[in-house]
């Protein structure tokens, strides 16, 4: 019982060492509900302007599949920019000023009749 009242205490020592890597409070899931295939999803800060973006898709996101989508220390602020491109789809499409640190997943959606797009945050 001494040993092992000494284990546990080490172990706690150990783990208590280690820095806590707290989850962004920006990450995202993000849910394709547009009803197009996602080509490419960028975030770019408003202070940005509109021609800075990085694509944050591997792969072409399909209608109703999400991804994960995580930010870096050295991006700053809560707000951001969306940019999707659709994979047959010959427009851009952006969602402004978004607070991303409100929310975990965010759901994208387009009404291709009105041109208007909206989200659903969870």
């Known amino acids: 019982?001494?040993?092992?009242?000494?284990?546990?205490?080490a172990l706690g020592l150990s783990v208590a060492a280690?820095?806590?890597?707290?989850?962004d409070s920006r990450n995202v899931s993000v849910v394709n509900e547009t009803g197009y295939a996602i080509k490419f999803l960028g975030f770019n800060s408003p202070d940005d302007g509109l021609d800075?973006?990085?694509?944050?898709?591997?792969?072409?996101?399909?209608?109703q599949a999400s991804t994960y989508v995580e930010f870096d220390d050295d991006d700053e602020g809560c707000v951001w920019n969306i940019r999707v491109d659709w994979q047959n789809y010959n427009e851009a499409v952006l969602w402004?000023?978004?607070?991303?640190?409100?929310?975990?997943?965010?759901?994208?959606?387009y009404d291709p009749g009105t041109k208007t797009t909206s989200f659903v945050a969870e």
């Open 18 to 23: 280690v820095p806590s890597q707290a989850a």
């Open 52 to 63: 800075e973006w990085d694509n944050e898709l591997d792969k072409v996101l399909q209608n």
């Open 1 to 9: 019982m001494k040993y092992f009242l000494a284990a546990l205490i």
């Open 96 to 109: 402004k000023n978004v607070n991303l640190c409100k929310f975990n997943v965010l759901r994208l959606r």
